[in-house]
C-alpha cells in the first residue's frame, strides 16, 4: 500500500507560482512512476505533468513550458513547480503513483495506469 499527500496548493494571482509536493510511503519510491492531474469544477480529471522512474518527463500541452515537475528519491517526494500560472489552472490537483513501469507512452497519460492517488490540493488562480 502506497499512501501520497499533497500540500502546497493555495490562493495566486495570475501570473504568480506555486509548488506543489506529494509525499509518498513506501521503500520503493524511487522505481514508481509518479503523476500529477487536474480536476477543474465541473471537468473530467486530467493528465498534467508525469515522472518516471529513470527520470523521463511528459506534460500536457497546456501546461508545457510552464510547469515543471521533479523528484527526489532521498525524501520520497514528488513536486509540481507551476510558474505563470493563468486561471484556467484553477483546479484540485491530485499526485498519483504507479507501481508497474511504464512500457508506452499512452500508459504514462492515462488515469487507469496509476494505483494509488492522493486527497488533493485546491490550487485557485485569481484575474
Known amino acids: 500500500q502506497v499512501q501520497l499527500v499533497e500540500s502546497g496548493g493555495g490562493l495566486v494571482q495570475a501570473g504568480g507560482s506555486l509548488r506543489l509536493s506529494c509525499a509518498a510511503s513506501?521503500?520503493?519510491?524511487?522505481?514508481?512512476?509518479m503523476g500529477w492531474f487536474r480536476q477543474a469544477p465541473g471537468k473530467e480529471r486530467e493528465f498534467a505533468a508525469v515522472?518516471?522512474?529513470?527520470?523521463?518527463?511528459y506534460y500536457a500541452d497546456s501546461v508545457k513550458g510552464r510547469f515543471t515537475i521533479s523528484r527526489d528519491n532521498a525524501k520520497n517526494t514528488v513536486y509540481l513547480q507551476m510558474n505563470s500560472l493563468k486561471p484556467e489552472d484553477t483546479a484540485v490537483y491530485y499526485c498519483?503513483?504507479?507501481?508497474?513501469?511504464?512500457?508506452?507512452?499512452?500508459?504514462?497519460?492515462?488515469?487507469?495506469?496509476?494505483?494509488?492517488w492522493g486527497q488533493g490540493t485546491q490550487v485557485t488562480v485569481s484575474s
Open positions: 498519483a503513483a504507479s507501481v508497474r513501469p511504464f512500457r508506452y507512452y499512452s500508459d504514462y497519460l492515462r488515469l487507469g495506469s496509476y494505483n494509488y
Open positions: 513506501g521503500r520503493t519510491f524511487s522505481s514508481y512512476s
Open positions: 515522472i518516471g522512474s529513470g527520470g523521463i518527463t
